[in-house]
């Protein structure tokens, strides 16, 4: 029969079940006698054993079946089961007994069988380690003696069941019963914690099947070498349910664990789905709650008597859902495909003593997995920590258990140097698995199988969970980001002093528990230093008081708080008791200051701490009529600071150590009874940041401005004096936008002016993005969206917050037409400079100082005339008249009238014979010196400059002339 | 070119504000001993200017013929290797650097740069003036490392290798390198040679100057020529035809420091100090450096504490015996806020965060203001 697997609904109900169970026991008081149970609930379960006994007998077929099977689960679980059975030693006969008895009912009841088989199985496989010994033992007496009703017991410690038959043999039973009790309290010692996860393992009615290696004895041994031990590993849970940590995290971790069954154990055996795991984590909450009533084998007792009600209430259910299931069931076997979950590593963070580690260590034996631990005693060089990962990851032990690895890697963020090796190996495990699943996922996945299987080999396929303290290391940076994180918070004092007591009671060691709280909270709930000092407390045969805690040898925690703790502690003090002890006030001081001495020395970033108090200060609300708390809380800011930089200056670190005695002295001036609101010092972060970028800017503008300029100013002076001025003078107010040639004399020469004194200090205006708060300051047109703004944002450094400057802003088309301007004159000064050179080259003397006039007419109509349009305009109307005319390069002897009409020099170039049309225009002034006859040239080329030759190149005629052009020449 | 430049003198014998100094120096090159100089004075006095025309006097016209590199040194600095960024100006025989602009790291620009430059004598085609010059900028921004390491350079390369050093207090460059040097003071020009200079340029502009207006630049100039001659230019472009009493305009940043101060002298108070905190983050954001903010801020607390003062003064007008105490207060009182300041300002230098100091300076101010107050009218 298939049965094996149980389908997730159906688990699903089981768990319901098991739930009603548990609700149901919760408020039993712990000690029952079980005797008495059984005896009450007889007449309510009587109708019950009937719909039982076949139940019982398909269990006992199942475990027929089961051991006939040969695959690895099965395998672990039978090792398992035969364990207890060697226990159960006493037990005469072994299944085949038990097995006719089966036989014997199936056929009775065949019917009702199949009815029932699916809860059946489920219940084969959750409770068979427990269940199923139990009945192998028990049942051999009773059950196959049971014709009629019957009932199953569990006793109360030993956590074995009886079946007993109702009504007539029931003083038998009890009697017998009592003999199995007595008899296993000989064994119960040893066994006590094997039971105890059985139970729990039902309680996690999934779990418990992947999870059957459970340690035969885990727990330490409670003989003589007890006194030798320290409490901390004596009383270390060895099971799930004993885990003090947060519920919360014990779950989530166990989760995380249970999703790697598939890609560890394989498909073939049964894995955890979806449904399951929910219930898991419903099951675990509740689970939780009985967790410290410490009753759980009286309850265990209890939850068997009753399980047989509940499970008829759903077996309706399940029947319903096993239909379904039973399609279900082979399209999920071929869909799921054995993947590891999402993100492979597991990060555990917290402070010291919660027990990570035991979480680690549990949950992994929990889920079947043999644990692999790397800590920072290990060597953790990147090469030998690789080899190491790779082993636990890939391989199994021949030798011993056959179960497979999980990697904890404790401490990790311990050695930033070593540790560091460990997480780039993991990391680069993982990203080698991400890489092979997307070239994977691109690729038939059929045929590259083979080749993926290959590439397997250095990926991650086995749990890793990596432990840390402090989760904001810097060597975990990366492995923060493709780990799954849990954060373990304290867990309630209540919880820790509930443990605590149950150790002393078990040491024999008085304490009460006001102690043990005030002892968890000094530890902060540091698990293994309370135990420590309790350990430590026995041996000195003394006795624990709460008031005493201080100033016993419990030492405090080292530990450095977050810098917004500190902060708090500084502007914030507790209102004192006024004057109940007079004496006390001032030791209360006294231990204040020291408190928050040490408090500012092991958090030691001074300066950040300085920068804090700084922005908070002010905001507080003492009471400072003439300001001289603030005065002197600044002063002591001040002198800190000093401090610092001389010991900074000095390298003599030591010095550090008087800096806390400052700030101290600002928390004695200015703690107040109100809670600070405190903020993160920014404003001086934003200030340096600021300021770096405006240096800059301020460093490339002047590197940009010529040196014989910049030469004479620095950055300091530049901001102190310049810029205003400088503003100021390249806006000014006369000067009025409008088109070049209606500017008056003077407004040319302001203009002129201007352009130099733009180009000379290489200012511009670009177009930057508009940005709407300005634009409403500004009341310049915009136009689509964009505004023209000084180059090197000058104007940045006279905008202060709140400042209005008096400048004026130019009108955008006076703007763009500076922009021209600016554009031309640097044009102009480039190519005047290269045509220094030539004419200096050239010797052409008269050249270079008619040059200058020249240059200085052009300059002063430039803005009007310069204006390429009219230029444009001129040339156009000029070509017009002569390009239809000449289609090809134009003769001489057409051109020469037209050319008279402009200059007689050029008449005359032209009549020697040019080969272009614009040589004959061009060549005069290179040529001009050339010439012999100097008188005549020199009036000509005089004539030629009163009536300056301007031309543009005309776009759309190219094909008539063409010749290599200069920009300069436009200009000239 | 703004006439800050436009007339700057170009040589020795056409400065006109330190004429005396020009011609001693003339002289000292002229007869081919020229020692290491020092130049030390307020900004806008004139160093440059005259360093400038020293090296022109010196090389003849070919040192205007300058180039601009930024180039990126590589120092060896023992365990590691320290990449610096520094821009020079060059002529073939002068190199204008400002190691400070390096930082901390100023120290290995003296140690290596300097020295490589130093050691590279050039090459003449005469052969006989083969000396060259360095200017340093801002040595009193230096380290002490830098200004330590300086020394045994100017020393060592001393026989054709020149330093002229700049700076703007001579007290904060060591003994050591000062008797090194031929030290020069240059002081602010007067105002009276302010007025002239603004009277040369206005007569070569063309410029109708109404009398008063020049000196009333002047006297707003703080003694700075180069303020002064910037301010003038911008009454220009503002408006022509000057008026004698023509508004002139002023530096954003002092407006906005006398704002702070004002704020200061309305209200002490916490809420204010932190409200004053701000604003002077803004000043040091634009690079206003926290030595002047300071300045200006006790400057025009003092011309405030006077109007405010004067207010009290007519409110109370009939008390005239309060009047003399009041006087007499005021001055203690500036006794006293210049106590403090020099005393916070000593603190910035040795300190790291200059806001601290400035602002326990507002805080302080506004605690001895207060309090006088209210000792004053009850």
Known sequence: ?972 | MLWVDKYRPKTLDQITVHQDVAQNLKKLVTEQDCPHLLFFGPSGSGKKTLVMALIRQMFGASAEKVKVENKTWKVDAGTRNVEIELTTISSTNHVELTPSDAGFQDRYIVQEIIKDMAKNRPIDSKGKRGHKVLVLNDVDKLSREAQHSLRRTMEKYSSYCRLILCCNSSSRVTEAIRSRCLNVRINGPTDDQIVKVLEFIGKKEGLQLPSGFASRIAEKSNRSLRRAILSFETCRVQQYPFVSNQAIPPMDWEEYISEIASDIMKEQSPKRLYQVRGKLYELLVNCIPPEIILKVIILSQFLLIFSVLMCDLYYLVSQRLLYELLKKLDAELKHEVCHWAAYYEHRMRLGQKSIFHIEAFVAKFMSIYKSFLISTFG
């Open chain 1, 1 to 972: 029969m298939d049965m094996d697997i149980p389908f997730p609904d159906e688990l699903e109900l089981l768990e319901e079940d098991f739930h009603l169970y548990e609700d149901y026991m919760e408020p039993e008081p712990p000690e029952i006698d079980d005797e008495e149970e059984i005896l009450e609930k007889e007449p309510s379960d009587s109708p019950i054993p009937q719909s039982n006994s076949p139940r019982l007998s398909s269990i006992a077929s199942n475990s027929v079946t089961e051991s006939s099977s040969v695959n690895g689960l099965k395998r672990l679980r039978s090792d398992d089961a035969d364990a207890p059975m060697e226990l159960v030693s006493d037990d005469a006969e072994p299944s085949g007994g038990k097995k006719s008895r089966t036989e014997n009912s199936m056929v009775e009841t065949e019917e009702a069988w199949l009815r029932y088989s699916p809860p059946r199985e489920k219940n084969s496989t959750v409770e068979e380690e427990t269940s199923l010994v139990g009945e192998e033992k028990t049942v051999f007496r009773y059950v196959t003696e049971i014709d009629g009703d019957f009932m199953p017991i569990t006793a109360p410690d030993s956590d074995e069941r009886v079946y007993a038959k109702l009504g007539r043999f029931g003083d038998k039973e009890e009697s017998k019963k009592l003999d199995l009790k007595e008899r296993h309290e000989g064994i119960m010692p040893e066994n006590i914690n094997v039971l105890m996860e059985r139970a729990e393992k039902e309680a996690l009615a999934k779990t418990l099947e992947a999870s059957s290696d459970i340690q035969l004895d885990p727990s330490p041994p409670q003989g003589p070498v007890m006194q030798e031990r320290l409490w901390v590993d004596k009383y270390a849970p060895s099971s799930f349910t004993e885990l003090l940590s947060d519920e919360q995290t014990n779950r989530e971790v166990l989760l995380w664990l249970k999703q790697w069954d598939s890609c560890v154990f394989g498909s073939e055996i049964r894995t955890t789905s979806e449904e399951v795991l929910s219930s898991l984590r419903r099951h675990t909450a509740i689970a939780q709650h009985h967790r410290l009533s410490g009753s759980s084998f009286t309850r265990k007792n209890k939850f068997q008597g009753r399980r047989t009600g509940n499970f008829q209430d759903s077996t309706f259910l399940d029947q319903q859902n096993s239909i379904a299931n039973g399609s279900q069931d082979t399209l999920s076997k071929k869909t799921r495909l054995p993947s590891p979950p999402e993100q492979k590593i597991l990060l555990l963070c917290g402070p010291p003593g919660l027990g990570k580690t035991t979480l680690a260590h549990v949950a992994a034996k929990h889920c079947g997995y043999h644990v692999v631990e790397i800590n920072a005693s290990d060597d953790r060089t990147s090469s030998t920590i690789e080899s190491k990962i790779l082993d636990a990851i890939q391989m199994n032990s021949v030798l011993g258990d056959a179960r497979p690895n999980c990697l904890v890697i404790d401490e990790i963020d311990g050695a930033l140097g070593d540790g560091k090796g460990a997480v780039d190996v993991i990391i680069k495990m993982v990203s080698a698995d991400k890489k092979a699943e997307k070239e994977n996922g691109s690729k038939d996945q059929l045929g590259k199988r083979s080749s993926q299987k290959g590439r397997r080999g250095a990926s991650l396929s086995r749990p890793v969970i990596c432990i840390c303290n402090d989760l904001y290391a810097p060597a975990l940076r990366s492995l923060r980001l493709m780990a799954k994180v849990h954060v373990f918070v304290q867990p309630t004092v209540n919880r820790i002093v509930s443990r605590l007591k149950y150790i002393c009671n078990q040491e024999g060691m008085r304490a009460n528990s006001a102690a043990l709280s005030a002892l968890a909270q000094y530890t902060e709930c540091d698990i293994r230093s309370c135990l420590n000092t309790l350990q430590f407390l026995y041996k000195k045969k003394e006795t624990l008081s709460a008031v005493e805690i201080g100033s016993q040898v419990v030492g405090q925690k080292d530990m450095s708080k977050s810098v917004f703790d500190v902060w708090k502690e500084i502007f914030y003090t507790r209102k004192m008791k006024l004057q109940s002890r007079s004496g006390g006030k001032f030791r209360n001081v006294c231990d204040k200051m020291e408190h928050l001495y040490s408090l500012l020395s092991y958090r030691g970033d001074y300066d950040l701490i300085l920068d804090g108090i700084h922005e908070n200060i002010l905001q507080l609300n003492y009471h400072d009529p003439v300001m001289q708390k603030t005065v002197k809380c600044l002063e002591m800011l001040g002198i800190s600071d000093l401090m610092g930089q001389y010991a900074m200056q000095t390298h003599h670190m030591n010095l550090n150590v008087y800096r806390p005695s400052c700030i101290i002295t600002v928390h004695r001036l200015v703690a107040q009874v109100q809670r600070p609101n405190i903020e993160w010092p920014k404003s001086n972060q934003r200030c340096r940041a600021l300021l770096l970028e405006k240096t800059d800017n301020l460093r490339s503008w002047l590197c940009k401005v010529p040196p014989i300029i910049s030469r004479h100013i620095n950055s300091k002076t530049l901001v102190e004096d310049l810029v205003s001025p400088l503003l100021h003078i390249i806006s000014p107010r006369t000067l009025r936008p409008m088109a070049m040639h209606l500017l008056s004399e003077k407004e040319k020469d302001n203009l002129t002016q201007l352009v130099s004194v733009m180009v000379s200090y290489a200012i511009s205006y670009k177009q930057i993005k508009s940005d709407p708060r300005l634009n409403n300051t500004r009341h310049e047109a915009t136009l689509d969206g964009s505004v023209l703004a000084l180059d090197p944002p000058i104007d940045g450094f006279v905008c202060f917050k709140g400042y209005e400057s008096c400048h004026n802003v130019l009108p955008l088309p006076m703007k763009q037409l500076l922009i021209h301007e600016v554009e031309n004159q640097k044009i102009f000064q480039g190519s005047y400079g290269k045509l220094e050179h030539i004419s200096e080259a050239k010797k052409v003397n008269h050249e270079g100082s008619m040059d200058k006039p020249l240059r200085g007419g052009l300059m002063k109509t430039d803005p009007a005339a310069l204006s390429a349009k009219n230029k444009v305009d001129d040339r156009k109307s000029y070509s017009a008249q002569h390009r239809p005319s000449h289609p090809t390069s134009a003769s001489n002897g057409n051109s020469a009238p037209s050319v008279s009409t402009k200059s007689s020099g050029a008449q005359k170039k032209s009549a020697l014979g040019s080969s272009s049309f614009f040589d004959r225009f061009r060549k005069s002034g290179g040529k001009g010196s050339q010439n012999t006859d100097s008188i005549d040239k020199k009036e000509i080329t005089l004539e030629r400059d009163l009536r300056p030759f301007l031309f543009k190149f005309n776009e759309g005629f190219t094909n008539a002339i063409k010749r290599p052009v200069r920009v300069r020449e436009f200009l000239l």
